[in-house]
């Protein structure tokens, strides 16, 4: 069966006055699917060889998995990410419409794709708590959700563990992350969030979740404020990642 197929069946009488379009293209299919065939089969997933440490795919298939020079040139404050897709089409359609136009029932579905398709990273992460990368107030407001916590409640519901939604917080509004060059992207976000509630991450292992990752500027000043405050040890998973290969 297919990973990207819903568990949670709509009933055939909603079907008829709410079909279910793909998320990729918009054409009406099954309510066990996100995707139609032809999108789904378009669908890029992260596969070695990769970035031990950032997750970034190297170019060469037959290449083997070490650190990449980024990495040991500026070793970030989190142990690990990983993403499970390439964010091109047709998932980048797909966060777009859980992050920006409210299609929030994606979390459920997005969440169990990344259970299932990162469930050794995690196994070997054997996190204590799960927290989301958090939005500034004001953007809060304005968007009326933020994506990556309903992300990080389903992912822990799944895993058992609690999700600490309050205890980073974003502190500092920023500009858009969008078109800004990687030393921009640091600098945007330096001094941005801080941890309230330092209790909750003494000596945890912290699951951090975000919905992409492009240059790991934003999650890993979250990792330096955990990190700095007492974690144990942050490791990063996205739903998809820019297709930035070394």
């Known amino acids: 069966m297919s990973i990207l197929k819903q568990l949670v069946i709509v009933p055939r009488l909603l079907d008829v006055f709410f079909p279910c379009l793909c998320a990729g293209c918009g054409t009406p299919v099954e309510a066990s699917r996100l995707f139609c065939a032809e999108c789904e089969a378009d669908l890029a997933m992260v ?106 409640k389903r992912i822990a519901r799944i895993l058992g563990i609690p999700c600490k939604k309050r205890t980073l917080q974003k502190v500092k509004p920023t500009m858009s992350q969008v078109g800004l060059s990687l030393s921009q992207r640091r600098f945007n976000v330096k001094g941005s969030f801080t941890v309230v509630d330092p209790d909750a991450v003494q000596g945890r292992r912290i699951l951090l979740i975000d919905d992409v990752f492009t240059t790991g500027s934003t999650v890993n000043e979250c990792a330096k404020v955990l990190v700095k405050a007492g974690a144990d040890g942050v490791w990063v998973i996205t739903l998809a990642r820019t297709n930035n290969v070394i």
């Open 47 to 152: 596969t070695a060889p990769f970035c031990q440490i950032c997750g970034c795919p190297f170019t060469s298939p037959q290449g083997n998995e070490h650190i990449c020079g980024e990495c040991l040139q500026q070793p970030p404050f989190f142990k690990a990410a990983r993403s499970v897709f390439i964010y091109k089409e047709p998932i980048k359609r797909a966060i777009i419409q859980f992050k920006f136009l409210g299609c929030t029932a994606l979390a459920e579905l997005f969440a169990k794709v990344i259970i299932t398709n990162l469930d050794g990273f995690i196994k070997q992460i054997a996190p204590d708590i799960v927290i989301p990368v958090p939005l500034h107030l004001s953007r809060l407001r304005e968007r009326g959700y933020n994506q990556c916590l309903l992300l990080a």
